[in-house]
Antibody
Framework: QVQLQESGPGLVKPSQTLSLTCTVS??????????WSWIRQPAGKGLEWIGR???????NYNPSLKSRVTISVDTSKNQFSLKLNSVTAADTAVYYC????????????WGQGTLVTVSS | EIVLTQSPGTLSLSPGERATLSCRAS???????LAWYQQKPGQAPRLLIS???SRATGIPDRFSGSGSGTDFTLTISRLEPEDFAVFYC??????????FGQGTKLQI
């Protein structure tokens, strides 16, 4: 059973960089040919896809965030990471990491989510 | 980018009743690449339906999905107390970005 766990600072100052890591257990991140994604959800609002990464290192990002986002992988640690720079209060949200399903259509495994607040 | 609009915003029903949730896309969803999720307070979303009509692993058969093109439906045949939550539809147009609907809250 694949499990994902987000980690990182819960508070980030405006204009700084938000950095989160997702640790995958129950399977190797580099086997099976899966994509791995980040998704966020502001309090009381809907879900927004941030981007995805293939274990080869190739990435795709949401055009609305593309200029500020980097997703990378560390296969030796079975982790992938999110960096979002120049954050503002609008980036305050629960951030989820998730595995993209075999069909590439949906997200079949999710982390529990981590709240990141942008505030001085 | 395909925009998904869910209706109703809130649906009030009782256990044992049938729930019908709608998801409409701003343009045709290619290959019916549409999924449904259930989210309970404080939890991550859980995949219910993939490919518009295929139940995910472990999902009870009272959950069913249907539709094609721009109109999709999630039906819960007989509501159980644990079914009350927020439901989201999500599409994949063959290439990113993935987009989600704004959600339907199913309440008692």
């Amino acid at each position: 059973q694949v499990q994902l766990q987000e980690s990182g600072p819960g508070l980030v100052k405006p204009s700084q960089t938000l950095s989160l890591t997702c640790t995958v257990s129950g399977g190797s991140i580099s086997s099976g040919g899966y994509y791995w994604s980040w998704i966020r959800q502001p309090a009381g609002k809907g879900l927004e896809w941030i981007g995805r990464l293939y274990t080869s290192g190739s990435t795709n990002y949401n055009p609305s965030l593309k200029s500020r986002v980097t997703i990378s992988v560390d296969t030796s640690k079975n982790q992938f990471s999110l960096k979002l720079n120049s954050v503002t209060a609008a980036d305050t949200a629960v951030y989820y990491c998730a595995r993209v399903g075999r069909s590439v259509v949906d997200f079949d495994y999710w982390g529990q989510g981590t709240l990141v607040t942008v505030s001085s | 980018e395909i925009v998904l609009t869910q209706s109703p915003g809130t649906l009030s029903l009782s256990p044992g009743e049938r729930a019908t949730l709608s998801c409409r896309a701003s343009q045709s969803v290619s290959n019916n690449y549409l999924a449904w999720y259930q989210q309970k307070p404080g939890q991550a979303p859980r995949l219910l339906i993939s490919g518009a009509s295929s139940r995910a692993t472990g999902i009870p058969d009272r959950f069913s999905g249907s539709g094609s093109g721009t109109d999709f439906t999630l039906t819960i045949s007989r509501l159980e107390p644990e079914d009350f939550a927020v439901f989201y539809c999500q599409q994949y147009g063959g290439s990113p970005p993935y987009t989600f609907g704004q959600g339907t809250k199913l309440q008692i």
